[in-house]
């Protein structure tokens, strides 16, 4: 344990005498951790754009339906390890999108393990088609919770115009299904957020008040996010 520490201790010692500094969040600001695996894209540079793609496209449909606009959307970091992306997200939008994650990694669990059973079904010789209804049952039991998350945001949230909601919550249904799909393909995603300092004065105003709880609920789903090594070939279409 003692070697630990020490260790611990000079690295961060000898990121500090580099000027590499720690990743800090300000107050009442909150991010998204995406990781694009560098094997799903074959590090072709035209397959990690096109990812960045469908992110954007992700998070606009998250936006619209929780503010009723998009907006774009600032990257803080990257790391090249993996491509992890962070992205500054606002507290509603965090919101609706820990909860909804939260929910297809409870569901994808489930589905993990006939994954695990389908894939260990081809190992032994068992021909695709034989496990094509596997694969159905799989994806209809994702399609039925996805509708529902959707559904249950846009219910929620949405103040935009009556005519357009049915977009909304299409498009809405849409990127919640690439999300899931690129979690059972092997990506993650982390959603941290920094607490707010309490006053200096007893006068709280209401936008405080529930950026507080905005923040409490954000921070109880990421706690609940967790990453899943989905190995083998993908279930999820």
């Known amino acids: 344990i003692i070697k630990i520490q020490t260790g611990i201790t000079n690295t961060i010692g000898g990121l500090e005498s580099l000027n590499i500094e720690k990743e800090e969040l300000e107050p009442g600001t909150c991010e998204l951790g995406y990781t694009i695996p560098r094997k799903y894209i074959d590090n072709k540079l035209v397959e990690l754009k096109n990812e960045i793609s469908e992110l954007n496209f992700i998070l606009n449909m998250f936006t619209e339906a929780v503010t009723g606009k998009t907006e774009d959307y600032k990257v803080k970091t990257i790391s090249s390890s993996e491509f992890l992306l962070y992205v500054i997200l606002g507290l509603q939008v965090a919101d609706a999108l820990s909860k909804a994650t939260e929910r297809i990694l409870n569901h994808y669990k489930q589905i993990l393990e006939i994954k695990v059973l389908r894939n260990q079904l081809a190992e032994k010789g068992v021909p695709a088609k034989e496990t094509v209804s596997v694969e159905k049952y799989a994806n209809g039991l994702m399609e039925t919770e996805i509708k529902k998350i959707a559904k249950e945001i846009l219910d929620e949230h949405y103040i935009?115009?009556?005519?357009?909601?049915?977009?909304?919550?299409?498009?809405?249904?849409?990127?919640?299904?690439?999300?899931?799909?690129?979690?059972?393909?092997?990506?993650?995603?982390?959603?941290?957020?920094?607490?707010?300092?309490?006053?200096?004065?007893?006068?709280?105003?209401?936008?405080?008040?529930?950026?507080?709880?905005?923040?409490k609920s954000?921070?109880?789903?990421?706690?609940?996010?967790?990453?899943?090594?989905?190995?083998g070939k993908a279930i999820l279409q």
Do not use: C, H, M, W
């Open 160 to 215: 935009g115009e009556k005519g357009r909601k049915n977009e909304i919550e299409n498009g809405l249904t849409i990127a919640l299904n690439k999300l899931a799909n690129r979690i059972d393909n092997g990506f993650s995603v982390e959603i941290r957020v920094e607490p707010l300092p309490k006053p200096k004065t007893e006068d709280k105003d209401e936008q405080y008040e529930s950026n507080v709880e905005l923040i």
């Open 218 to 231: 954000i921070q109880k789903s990421a706690n609940n996010i967790d990453y899943i090594e989905a190995k």
